[in-house]
């Protein structure tokens, strides 16, 4: 590999062979390149006054290099970058499409929640991205082991519907022993709101009642999670 880095309005066929990304991909494996240089292997190809590799860093700067928030980027909002055409943005919209269907993609074996974390974990790829509340259900085992997740509603920016009959309904009809709901906030604010304080103890009081406890109830936004349960409100 070359002692310094390529330049980056060099084309990538130009640079040491130890420093082109598909190159480097299969001689020192996936784990061994950069975001920039993955990206770079999606796009196949710059400009004639900027590598691949070069475009991708400059798109990922843009986003404060967080893929996070990359993967919330339509085709229009890609195609705004200058070197960015359809078929790239489409390609860089799949491939963040298909990373987070492999998140949510169900497991083997049944996961078991020991935690709020790791409600947060299975819920979290499924909540991120998304410009609208939505709500959803995880129905658990006794043991806590995970045996199905459900979306329950899509609202607006800034609520959505979570019916208590409707989630204990689906979660006797699935014979599950306990549940665990959650919902994002867009906005990113983490703090409950009252209403959401008023149904986590309606759906506390319902679960108590028919013997189906409901064991926490998760609120997800791009800064974490808030779990109801952890701060002792439930």
């Excluded at 400009?47 to 893929?67: F, H, K, M, T, Y």
């Excluded at 799949?94 to 409600?119: F, N, V, W």
């Amino acid at each position: 590999m070359s002692d310094y880095p390529p330049t980056p309005n060099l084309p990538i066929t130009a640079w040491a062979e130890d420093d082109r990304p598909r190159e480097k991909l299969l001689t020192k494996g996936r784990q061994a390149l950069s975001d920039a240089e993955l990206i770079a292997i999606l796009l196949g190809s710059g400009s004639r006054n900027e590598s691949a590799v070069a475009l991708s860093q400059r798109i990922l700067d843009a986003v404060g290099n967080n893929l996070n928030e990359l993967g919330k980027r339509s085709v229009a909002e890609l195609m705004k970058f200058k070197g960015i055409g359809e078929a790239k943005a489409v390609t860089i919209a799949a491939a963040m499409e298909l990373g987070r269907r492999r998140q949510t993609a169900d497991l083997p074996d049944r996961p078991e929640i020991k935690g709020s974390r790791d409600a947060y974990i299975l819920l979290a790829p499924l909540l991120l991205d998304l410009p609208h509340e939505e709500s959803w259900v995880l129905f658990l085992t006794k043991r806590n082991k995970v045996i199905g997740k459900e979306k329950l509603s899509i609202g607006g920016t800034d609520s959505t519907i979570m019916d208590a009959k409707i989630v204990f309904r689906k979660a006797l009809e699935g014979m599950a022993a306990a549940i665990i709901v959650a919902h994002n906030h867009p906005s990113g604010t983490l703090r409950p709101s009252q209403a959401d304080i008023d149904l986590t103890k309606k759906m506390k009081n319902v679960g108590d009642a028919i013997g189906l406890p409901l064991v926490d109830h998760i609120i997800i936004a791009d800064g974490g999670y808030f779990s109801f349960l952890d701060q002792g409100l439930l």
